[in-house]
């Protein structure tokens, strides 16, 4: 992966958000897509060496495109201005939890997320976490998580420090996201997921506590049918 060209591509996008622009520059983009598909090959077998969740996955498997699902963008804002991964057990739609990676100019970050969960598993979720709330802190409190994690999103656009955050609230959870910033020169250097790798393994318990709870629920609806 050319992390400089992607970062140069990524900035001139920014600059240059229409189809005309995009369509004239598709093979670089598609060049630099592949590469970064091999990363998080990369990755995923790194990681697989803990959680044999996930094995079978590739970077295909795990990597967004950069097109905008949505049908009403603006036409100012054709596409997105980043390249993005979802490592979970299933693949990038995955409903578990799993590491989120995301490189984008001057807003580079991985995360331990689910993403809107449907309304029975997030149900499951914040029963959890309001019964286990002290073992669920004990996780967030960990010294080893807090020197990467610096952010949890309850919900879309309302972050929340670690420090600050307030477990009372968690039934307005229909997001949720431990985040570690991270400078763009990461990214930038050819040897980035050994370090992605790093910060990823401290999320196992976070990880395995979210996941218990879906697999609980899943478990439970099975046994109704």
Known sequence: MNANATFNFLKELRKNNTREWFYEHAN???NLHYSFEKKIDELVHLLEKHNTELSGLDGRDCTWRIYRNNYFVSESSQFKT???AFIAKGGKKSPYCGYYIH???DNCYIAGSIWSP???VLAQIR???TERNHEFEAILEDPELQMYYTDMELQ???PETIDSLQLKDIQKLNKLAIISRIDDSVFQNSNWTSQVYNR???LKRFQSFVNESIENNLRMRNYAL
């Open 82 to 84: 980043n390249f993005a």
């Open 28 to 30: 670089e983009y598609d």
């Open 200 to 202: 990823c393994t401290v």
């Open 127 to 129: 029963k959890d976490i």
């Open 118 to 120: 449907e309304s029975l």
């Open 103 to 105: 490189i984008e100019p």
């Open 156 to 158: 879309e656009n309302n």
